[in-house]
């Protein structure tokens, strides 16, 4: 059948249910206890056994999704599933109050119900409740995907995650280690004295990273206003108020395209320290990941497609230059040369290249020869300048900056400075990048003057580090792609069907 005839015979099913006397969208489910709770509690069968189930004389009342029914003459079997367990219900016509079993003659597989009745086992060993009562909830008027093969089609799966959820076991196992990994790095900083904040989500002026921004507009002060690409400029602004550790988990909106890596909404977690450098955030997001690794998945060694990832601190640390060295199998000392960068840069067919900077073309270079090749936790530290507008420059040689950011599994995890927090250094890089934006890059930062002006009261050496929290659910639960970690990922439209383009 198709979906608007199966609906029909639902809805047909329904008005049934009403003839019964039957309350079809009861404002609340009778329920004692919850199917994991039950799972968890009595999964022993050597322990739990038939009889010592019955000797408890529990009587429990459970709310699930019908997944499965099987009739067997006067008795009747029907799956019942709630946050990603099954317990079976156990129907007998002489055991059910009227009109149970009327009810379940009208039940399809999607609907809800709440049955109630004690605790059992079955000569197979399976837990099951030996139904007296029958709740009937929600009626599902459109059919889950097909039984066996679950929901396979990615699009549909993306699109519809709520029927993704109910069909594939893996994936709701999925979200749910999202939730307990956002919990342990919530935990991880509280632990270290970290203090949770909230800053803006639509700013006058989007800055704190080079991205294109989302716009939109305040109609009572008639101004426009940014969706925010980064919340470093404010966390900054909270320590020049005398916090000495802050972090934001929150989300950051950037104008950019859509890949296995990139969503236009993603998590962050950003985080500064009054007091701290570098080599300090190195430390802590080392503490942090292993300890993460080992809480929520159970190991510091896990799988990363057919490789096998390991979380145990320290993680490798590399500079850009010998990165670029190492992984293109370059002469090191070429990159020191500016005729020989142009021209490596020209060899691997990078864009503009007379037009850019040695420091940009370095930053293409590696994009080039190493990014994806980073597989184990990596730190890649000191670069240019010119990549990074809010950076403190490296002792002795001002071309380079204080930075890191941490590649695992061949992707950019996290990124961290040295930050800078001299007033006139900063403004001359906001120069720099507003000069970019009128050679027509769209991407450069604008200048904050309130920022500015809040360096100028006295910003302390600080440390300050933004992690990819999407990108960090991806590779600890081996997930290939960005839409695997993100309940709603945004999605191009959708093409009109063949009678909707005649319509």
């Known amino acids: 059948m198709q979906p608007n005839q199966y609906r029909d015979v639902r809805l047909e099913k329904l008005e049934k249910l009403k003839a019964l006397g039957l309350e079809v969208w009861p404002r609340k489910a009778q329920r004692t206890h919850g199917i994991a709770q039950l799972a968890e509690t009595y999964t022993d069968a050597e322990t739990w056994t038939n009889e010592t189930l019955e000797g408890l004389g529990l009587t429990v ?5 019908v997944l499965a029914i099987r009739e067997m003459g006067k008795s009747v079997f029907a799956h019942l599933t709630e946050n990603g367990e099954k317990l079976q219900a156990f129907f007998r016509m002489n055991d059910l109050a009227e009109p149970g079993w009327e009810v379940l003659k009208l039940l399809d597989m999607g609907d809800f119900v709440s049955v109630t009745g004690p605790l059992m086992r079955t000569k197979t060993g399976e837990l099951s409740v030996r139904v007296k009562e029958v709740q009937f909830l929600s009626k599902a008027l459109l059919p889950l995907p097909e039984k066996w093969h679950g929901l396979q089609d990615k699009e549909q799966r993306y699109r519809q995650r709520y029927l993704d959820l109910i069909s594939n076991g893996e994936v709701l196992k999925t979200f749910r280690t999202r939730s307990r990994i956002v919990s342990t790095v919530r935990r991880f900083m509280e632990d270290q004295g970290y203090l949770e904040v909230e800053t803006p989500m639509m700013q006058p002026i989007p800055g704190g990273a080079t991205a294109r921004p989302f716009t939109t507009h305040h109609n009572a002060l008639d101004m426009d206003l940014y969706l925010r690409v980064a919340p470093e400029l404010y966390l900054k602004r909270l320590i020049v108020g005398g916090f000495e550790k802050v972090f934001e988990i929150n989300r950051n909106f950037r104008n950019e395209g859509l890949s296995v890596r990139h969503n236009p909404e993603f998590t962050m977690m950003e985080m500064y320290e009054a007091g701290s450098d570098l080599r300090d955030m190195m430390t802590l997001t080392e503490n942090l990941l292993s300890t993460v690794a080992r809480e929520v998945m159970g190991s510091e060694q896990l799988p990363w497609g057919e490789q096998v990832i390991s979380y145990a601190a320290p993680f490798r640390r590399l500079s850009m230059k010998d990165a670029i060295a190492e992984y293109g199998c370059i002469d090191r000392q070429l990159l020191e040369d500016e ?28 994009d080039h020869h190493v990014e994806k090749q980073l597989i184990q936790p990596t730190f890649i530290t000191d670069y240019p300048i010119e990549l990074s507008p809010l950076t403190k420059t490296l002792e002795g040689d001002d071309r380079f900056v204080d930075r890191f950011e941490l590649f695992i599994g061949g992707m950019e995890l996290a990124n961290a400075y040295s930050e800078l927090n001299d007033p ?14 009128e050679a027509g890059n769209d991407e450069a930062m604008q200048l904050d003057q309130d920022f500015i002006t809040s360096l100028e009261h006295g910003l302390p050496p600080t440390g300050g580090e933004g992690i990819g929290i999407d990108r960090l659910v991806m590779v600890l639960t081996n997930s290939a792609s960005i839409r695997d970690v993100i309940l709603f990922p945004l999605m191009r439209p959708m093409k009109p069907t063949e009678s909707e383009e005649k319509d």
Do not use: N, P, W, Y
Not at 61 to 65: D, Q
Not at 424 to 437: C, K, L, V
């Open 61 to 65: 009342s459970v709310m699930g999704r």
């Open 424 to 437: 006139i250094d900063q403004m001359g890089r906001f120069q720099a990048q507003m000069d970019e934006r």
């Open 339 to 366: 005729a020989h960068i142009r021209a490596l840069a020209k060899a691997v067919h990078v864009e503009q290249v007379d037009k850019k900077t040695d420091g940009m073309l370095l930053g293409d270079l590696f």
